[in-house]
């Protein structure tokens, strides 16, 4: 059974930084592209970011640009996404996705349970 | 970016009827590559259908998926309890968009 398990959130200050990390279990995690997806409170899913399956590609929505970097540690089957200059509208819950289809055109198949970033002073 | 706009924003139903809901993307979606998803809170969101009609694992056939270009349906047939909730569509011809997604809810 693949098993997503997101952790890392919590109340940050604005300019302040974060990492989340995702524990995958279940699935052969270095095979796969994985992605970062967040709902803001009231709104809907927002693609963050994703990497490729070797980590050897990164994208990112505009939003996140230059402040959100991804990384993956296929060793530990990890993904981490760490977060700096944060600001209010990054206040959301985050997933991890597992990703399948062609690179660049991402399918979301498994997802974990979220984990929750709150930016405020 | 191909911008989706789901119908309506809120569906009230009883358990047993059934919800019909809509998705509309701003330019044709290549190779039929939508999908929908369904998020509760608490929970680790769930895809239902790919490829605009292909049924993941596990889901029950009371889901179906439709459509074709630019128009996209996702049906539930005998609403049960546990299907009320939020629903959003996702199109991967590109960097994923999703639509404001559609809350099943009980009447």
């Known amino acids: 059974e693949v098993r997503l398990l997101d952790s890392g959130g919590g109340l940050v200050q604005p300019g302040g930084s974060l990492r989340l990390s995702c524990t995958a279990s279940g699935f052969t995690f270095s095979s796969f592209a994985m992605s970062w997806v967040r709902q803001a409170p009231g709104k809907g899913l927002e693609w963050v970011s994703g990497?490729?399956?070797?980590?050897?590609?990164?994208y990112y929505a505009d939003s996140v640009k230059g402040r959100f970097a991804i990384s993956r540690d296929n060793s530990k089957n990890a993904l981490f996404l760490q977060m700096n200059n944060l600001r209010a509208d990054d206040t959301a819950v985050y997933y991890c996705?597992?990703?399948?289809?062609?690179?660049?055109?991402?399918?979301?198949?498994?997802w974990g349970q979220g984990t929750l970033v709150t930016v405020s002073s | 970016e191909i911008v989706l706009t789901q119908s309506p924003g809120t569906l009230s139903l009883s358990p047993g009827e059934r919800a019909t809901l809509s998705c509309r993307a701003s330019q044709t979606v290549g190779d039929t590559s939508l999908a929908w998803y369904q998020l509760k809170p608490g929970l680790a969101p769930r895809l239902l259908i790919f490829g605009a009609s292909s049924r993941a694992a596990g889901i029950p056939d009371r889901f179906s998926g439709s459509g074709s270009g630019t128009d996209f349906t996702l049906t539930i047939d005998r609403l049960e309890a546990d299907d009320f909730a939020v629903y959003y569509c996702q199109q991967y011809d590109g960097s994923a968009t999703f639509g404001g997604g559609t809350k099943v809810e009980i009447k």
């Open positions: 990497i490729t399956d070797t980590g050897n590609g990164a």
């Open positions: 996705a597992k990703e399948e289809g062609k690179i660049g055109r991402p399918l979301f198949t498994n």
